[in-house]
């Protein structure tokens, strides 16, 4: 995420290798879900939440890099473009009061 992309055409085999990329990725998935210990244990949730940078013109504002800079935190990510963060909060037990809990 955040990679930087020129291209602004693509080849048959570009969309071939994502098209190979994604179904490794779905293959990689199945292989957890079936593992006999899948779900065992507490259950845990999470969050992940995305947000637009916008100037005071309420226009977006490519300053994704300056802010992650500034932050130094590993909870918040770039996404695709330079106008918006994603922030991944880590994972609390589900039991008592979870939605709480991923607020600190």
Not at 65 to 83: A, P, R, S
């Amino acid at each position: 995420m955040g990679r930087e992309i020129e291209e602004k055409e693509y080849s048959a085999s570009d969309y071939e290798r994502f098209n190979r990329k994604i179904h490794d990725q779905v293959d990689i998935l199945k292989e957890v879900l079936t593992r006999p210990d899948f779900g065992s244990g507490e259950t845990c949730i999470g969050a992940e939440l995305e947000v637009y940078l916008i100037n005071e013109q309420s226009q977006v504002n490519p300053v994704s890099h300056q802010i992650l800079e500034m932050l130094q935190d590993e909870q918040f990510q770039t996404e695709l473009n330079k106008f918006n963060l994603e922030i991944n909060l880590s994972p609390v037990k589900a039991k008592g009061k979870p939605f709480s809990q991923l607020t600190k």
